[in-house]
């Protein structure tokens, strides 16, 4: 039986290498590969039931016309050629009649590989489409760890997260969302470390964890400034890295002072003893030398995010961690890779002054009357379940005058609303090059069976429609091996050595990195050699205050059993995932509401009301209401997704969406 190689394509920091056994043509099992140091032979949850996802019946197989009204979701076949012909010809009479940038695409990280993930662009860009803002998920932390650190994320190596001394989980639930770091934090701990989970929702990282810190969401900044003021006042900083490394270190005591502990530990809801605790940690994480913090983006996900996730990651500067072997924090690895994407979707097409649309606010997006969206392409995606305020997003994708075209898998409830839903291949199926947001490897994958159906990947439709347009550009016609080495045609120190050929043969390979590998420390590249701690990160004040209205704090952090949506249909993990989408509320809330475990209730918001399942446990802090993973809207008992409730706030750094935190009520629905 033959084990054939592959990357997972899921949106996640593992990026695991795999190994796929295909019996007659058939893929039949999978699991982590043994050899690859990170993922060391573990597939998660998720990945072990893609072979249910890839032999799925409802898998899609042929091209399909809409012939019912928009968003019924009935369709009739059609052969590739008359739905390639037709949207070619309907996007130009668009692109004649309303301009191009009445054209837009909708995608994001259905695949991680970057050939079907984002070479797709490159059609958009030449016919000069509106430009997609791609911000609903890793912008905001993103660009408060760049207003730091400068350009580029980089973080210790995994294999060195063992010698760090203290470690904090920092609004990640890790052990779901980056279980391949699980080991490296055993590990650690086996030689003495201490590890701290700070989330208010407490979680299998919480149990794992020797100590939760289970704050209120959004109060992150002050819990870090307060930190940072017990190290400033006590003189426990690292005085000759900050003379070396920072700058701006005035205006971040000042921000510091604002937070003693004891109005910190308050504001944060840290309960008696908190302001103890957090002197404690203070002097733990000076003392530890080797800190690191593992941060998460949920924490990112509200009005303060970006300020928020600054003040944790200037910790482990102020302290110098960055010196030690397995110090420092990671929030992504993404900085390390090095890869030239100067032509990657067309960058080198983009067209100056272009409309931008911010893909958090599609709902508004599709509602413009000057200068209407009429074209929308979504692959990789699935908006109608995962985007802010996504009542609104529906009814614009229901618009008569919309022509949508959909890439999917599946029938989705984005796929519902298509006018041609084009049946995609999956990473078995095609070729791609894969990076990693939590490790440093880079990982090219060969298909390992052949296609289903007449199934094609993002890239073979837009170089169809790129052909029919005439359009010329040589990039639009690349295929995967053409994008991997434009890519890999980069004179970056940690791309020395890896050339196509050595990627194609061993299919993981380490990035070159500089031994001993410390990012942000003397003899590091870092872009300008400065840390900046000004403008002082601040802990702002939500706009979506809570009220007598709404006086809960909804958090949405991704399920155990889940991924985004794109699991969302596959029977064993439901049923792992609860069987149905749930709420978890606290005791003390739930009996003040009058609602009880296992009931179906109303959640409502100022944007929307669905109704879920209540779990009561304290595991969700008292005022914090935990909606677990996403589900497809169709597949809820009120066929309405959790993000029906969001709206389309944006972040104070990044453009971000901030649907982790959103002020809501539970209302009981009578018995029937
Ligand atoms: N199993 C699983 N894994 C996934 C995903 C999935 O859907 N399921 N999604 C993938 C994707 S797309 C991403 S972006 C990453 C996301 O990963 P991250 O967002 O980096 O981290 P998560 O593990 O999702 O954890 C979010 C945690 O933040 C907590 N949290 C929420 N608000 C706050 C806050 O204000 N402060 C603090 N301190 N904590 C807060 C939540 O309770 C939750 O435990 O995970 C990826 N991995
Ligand atoms: N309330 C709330 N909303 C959230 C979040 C939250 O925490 N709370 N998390 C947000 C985050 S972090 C993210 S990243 C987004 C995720 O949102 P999306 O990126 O939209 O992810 P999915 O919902 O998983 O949908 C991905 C779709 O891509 C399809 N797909 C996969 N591979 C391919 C391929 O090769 N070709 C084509 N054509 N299709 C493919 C899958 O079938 C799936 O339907 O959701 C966000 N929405
Ligand atoms: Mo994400």
Sequence with gaps: MPILRSVCPLDCPDACSLHITVEDGVMTQLAGDPEHPVTQGFACVKTRHYPARQNHPERLRVPLKRVGRKGEGR???????????????????????????SVLPYNYAGTMGLCERDQPLAFFRAIGASELEQTICATTGGAAWEMNYGPGKLAPELGDVEHARLILLWGINS???????????????????????????????????????QLTPGTDAALALALGGVILEEGLEDAAYLSAHAKGLGAYRAACAAWPPERAAAFCGLGPGGAARVRELARAFAAAGAAFIRVGYGMTRNEGGGNALRAVTLLPALTGAWRHRGGGAMLSTSGSFGLNTSRLGGQHLLRRGVRRVNMNRLASALELTENPIKALFVFNANPAAVAPDSSRVRAGLAREDLFTVVLEHFQTDTADYADYLLPATTFLEHP????????????????????????????????????????????????????ARALLDSEHPHLRGITFERLQRERSVKLALPQPYRPYAAGSSFADRKIRFA????????????????????????????????????????????????????????????????????VVSAHGSILRKVVVSDDAKEGVLVALGQWWPKLAPDGRSLNDLTGERLTDLGGGSTFGNVPVQVEPVEAP
């Design 75 to 101: 369709f009739r076949r059609v052969s590739w050629d008359e739905a390639l012909d037709d949207i070619a010809a309907r996007t130009q009479e668009v692109v004649r009649a309303y301009g191009a940038e």
């Design 175 to 213: 052990l779901r969302s980056n279980s391949h770091l699980t080991p490296f934090l055993k590990r650690a701990r086996a030689r003495g470390a201490r590890v701290i989970h700070i989330d208010p929702y407490r979680n299998e990282t919480s149990r794992f964890a020797d100590e939760h810190l």
């Design 432 to 483: 791609d090059l894969y990076t990693s947001y939590g490790h440093h490897y880079l990982g090219w994958a060969e298909p390992v069976v052949a296609p289903l159906g007449e199934c094609k990947p993002n890239t073979w439709v837009f170089r169809e429609l790129a052909s029919r347009l005439g359009l010329a550009d040589e990039t639009l016609f690349w295929g995967a091996e053409e994008v």
């Design 535 to 602: 403008p002082a990160p601040e802990q702002l004040e939500f706009e979506e205050r809570l009220s007598e209205r709404f006086p809960l704090r909804l958090i949405s952090p991704p399920g155990s059993h889940l991924l985004n949506t794109t699991m969302g249909n596959i029977p064993a993990l439901l049923k792992a995932a609860g069987g149905e989408p749930q709420v978890v509320i606290n005791p003390r809330d739930a009996a003040r509401l009058g609602v009880r475990h296992g009931e179906r209730h109303r």
